[in-house]
């Protein structure tokens, strides 16, 4: 983060600007800041400034300079995929998993929970894989906020867990009726429920 700012004042949002921008918490942006997720600096009296374009990039909008919109006309080739997992190993094997399953999915991936929630709004995918402890946000907190919104539930859910059933029980608030993939299973398990997500509704 640097000390001086490098855009003009109409280029830059306050920390309460850029976080209802976002919709998220004024604490979650200050941690997007911290882990260099969006662009900022300090003024001389230690107060962040977060360059407006780098809050766009994030919703996708048109002040975004980098990972460009897929024209329609390409997105339609396959269905959009969210990954939300904090582990490399498990973010790797995955998404072998959803390309062998799914050679035409659009494929992204966020490592902890509040990136997720706001690729999620950005995205608009069809089908939101989602490991349950996640940093940031937990996972099944972020599944049950997700399944309350109708207006942000339209993805069908894969959940992914090493849990073990006894472990899951006090998730249960969140997980009704949502399929759940063990991570020892992922080869096996995970395409099928992946094609069920994706059947045409009966």
Same mark, same amino acid.
């Given at each position: ?57 994030? *919703? ?41 399953? *799914? ?6 991936? #966020? ?5 997720? *929630? ?14 349950? *402890? ?5 996972? #099944? ?62």
């Amino acid at each position: 983060m640097t000390i001086q700012p490098p855009f003009n004042d109409a280029d830059v949002l306050t920390t309460v600007e850029a976080a209802q921008r976002l919709g998220l918490a004024v604490r979650s942006v200050q941690a997007m800041v911290d882990r260099g997720e969006l662009q900022a600096w300090r003024t001389p009296g230690g107060h962040r400034r977060i360059s407006r374009a780098s809050v766009e990039r994030w *919703l996708g909008g048109p002040s975004a300079t980098t990972a460009p919109a897929v024209p329609a006309a390409e997105s339609a080739q396959g269905p959009r995929v969210l990954l939300i997992e904090d582990s490399a190993h498990f973010q790797n094997l995955i998404q072998l998993v959803v390309r062998q399953a *799914l050679p035409q999915a659009e494929l992204s991936v #966020a490592g902890d929970g509040v990136t997720g *929630l706001v690729m999620y709004g950005r995205l608009d995918p069809d089908v939101l894989i989602v490991d349950i *402890l996640l940093p940031g946000i937990d996972g #099944a907190a972020l599944v049950a906020s997700l399944r309350a919104n109708p207006a942000l539930a339209r993805a069908r859910l894969v959940v992914v867990t090493s849990l073990s059933d006894t472990e899951l029980e006090r998730y249960a608030f969140a997980l009704a009726g949502v399929p759940i993939v063990r991570k020892d299973r992922l080869v096996t398990d995970l395409p099928l429920r992946l094609q069920e997500a994706l059947a045409p509704a009966a």
